[in-house]
């Protein structure tokens, strides 16, 4: 089994100081540039280069955040995701070579937060990075300081405090993004939310390049709630659907 293993430790006062980002990535060259990229953000960077060493660094190491090539040696970033995601959660930034919709949602579906197609601009990248770690903190706060109560929209409860979704009182499993971007349609029911909007909101992402994102997390989103809760106004954006009082 071929590995790698990096530490560095950063030194500068950036907002990346003593994160952990694992990078799991078979081609070297793309492997070696991001985490160089990383390190000059100020992030404690290890590296693997198949999937079997991905969850061997992942249990010893307890990164921060996994950027996660889906077409890997041993087995794939899909079965790395599970299996690092059954043992606690992470935050995961998914690599994929193919443009391919269905590569995308199934991802989303075993737990990754969001993804990126190669090729990629590294700036990007990094960005990417920070606000998922900034997401973390965010939920990480929120659940030190919940809302109190349970949103009720007809068959759809939202809980705030234990961050939890049902559908006609079963539990529906939501990745956190998932969970933040139905809180965001929640908080103005019915109301078209732009996908720039959207991305904005939940993502902290303000480069309309991005837009591709939410469509795929809110395609992911319908087949957990049901695709009849979430509305498309195409050329905007979406709006959640309410029972008519």
């Known amino acids: 089994m071929e590995q790698t293993h990096t530490a560095h ?11 952990r980002v694992l990078v799991v990535e078979d081609d070297q060259t793309i492997q070696e540039a991001i985490a160089t990229r990383l390190r000059a953000e100020g992030f404690l960077v290890q590296t693997a280069l ?17 950027i ?26 998914m690599l994929t070579a193919r443009d391919d919709e269905t590569d995308m949602l199934v991802g989303l579906g075993v737990g990754a937060d969001d993804y990126m197609t190669k090729p990629f601009s590294m700036r990007e990248l990094a960005a990417r990075v920070h606000v998922l770690l900034r997401r973390v903190e965010r939920a990480a706060l ?4 919940p809302r109190n109560g349970t ?8 809980d705030h405090a234990q961050r939890r979704v049902r559908v006609r009182g079963e539990d529906v499993h939501l990745t956190p993004t998932e969970f933040d971007l139905l809180v965001c349609l929640a908080n103005t029911p019915r109301a078209v939310l732009s996908r720039e909007q959207l991305l904005a909101e939940v993502w902290d992402w303000a480069d309309a390049s991005g837009t591709r ?33």
Request: charged share 25%; hydrophobic share 40%; glycine share 10%.
């Open 9 to 19: 430790n950063g030194t500068t006062a950036t907002p990346g100081a003593q994160r």
């Open 213 to 245: 994102t939410v469509d795929s997390h809110i395609k992911a989103l319908r087949r957990k709630i049901g695709a009849e809760r979430i509305r498309t106004v195409h050329g905007v954006g979406y709006a959640l659907e309410t029972p008519t009082p």
């Open 68 to 93: 996660l090539d889906i077409m890997l040696p041993g087995f794939d970033g899909l079965e790395v995701c599970r299996r690092v995601q059954a043992h606690r959660p992470v935050p995961v930034l």
């Open 142 to 145: 929120a659940a030190a300081t």
């Open 151 to 158: 949103l009720r929209l007809g068959e759809l409860e939202i």
């Open 50 to 66: 198949d999937g079997p060493a991905a969850v061997e660094v992942a249990e010893a190491w307890q990164p921060d955040l996994l």
